[in-house]
């Protein structure tokens, strides 16, 4: 373990078992166990990403543009929005200066902030704020299954029609996955679904992914069917989680995404040497194998900076 490594470790919080599973860490454990560990047992810190911070900012701007009046949610509004979001995340993440600390012209953030307001602008050609009024934004979301799984995440917007049919709808910053990489995304929105349907009591008329890399937009319409589909595959995804947190056996599951890996430097598959485990293990897996889960597909050559090896705004 080289220094910083070290430093890094110590600084961790506490240990503890998981107790409750997002759409992000979901993510984490079936693209890798070992990766799931050091997020939420180990927590071991991340360094900030420019990618994923300007996620956030974008996220934050498209947010609050609804605070406005309809008339006034134009682009120009939006792009004027980029600097101050910004600024408001960096007061509440002083630690965030660190990603342009080597810019003291500020000619690279200039052009992360560019880049920002572009994102904003496209999203002027998929959708008319002007035209919604979002039942809720960034709605944080919890349930607990009748197996005691608890479930929880935040969805972005989620729009109601007069009819009363639910769209649920989720902003990426990245590029649409190729149709046959769309199940990781479109998991994250069934899992929000699932959620939705067992607080409400109604399944949402239609799933909207919107990628404002790429200017598309991913809807999918799921079906009672689905949502149970998708609760078994919670329930065999946290029962390979609590048997990996018994036995401590968490293995490291290498793919490309690895190129986007905060923790290579305590990954075997790099050389490297886990910290200590923290918890307690009692009885390993029956018959010393964790089930495969079948990790998330992606295509998506930014998947790493803003999907499952990126930052996330939830926290287990
Ligand atoms: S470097 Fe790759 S294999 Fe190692 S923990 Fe990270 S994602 Fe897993």
Known sequence: MDTSTEKAVRAAPAAARPVALSPSRASD????????????IDKLPEKPSEAATRGTVVHAVLERLFDAPAAERTAPSARAMVPGEWAKLLEKRPELAELFADDPEGERLSRWLADAEKLVERWFSLEDPTRLEPADRELYVETVLESGLQLRGF?????VAPTGEVRLVDYKTGKAPRPEYSDGPLFQMKFYALV????????????????????????????EADLRGVERKLLALWDAIQRATDSGDWRPRPTKLCNWCDHQAVCPEFGGTPPP???????????????????????DASAGQNGAAGQSKESS
Request: with cysteine; charged share 15%; glycine share 10%.
């Open 277 to 299: 485990y923290p918890l307690a293990t009692g009885a390993a897996a029956p018959g010393g194998v964790l089930p495969v889960i079948p990790a998330p597909q992606s295509g």
């Open 155 to 159: 969805i972005d917007r989620v729009d």
């Open 29 to 40: 454990f079936m693209q890798c166990p070992l990766l799931y560990r050091f997020r939420v």
């Open 196 to 223: 939705l349907w067992r607080l409400r009591g109604l399944v949402p008329r239609r799933l909207q992914l919107v990628y404002l890399g790429s200017g598309d937009v991913l809807t999918y319409d799921p079906t």
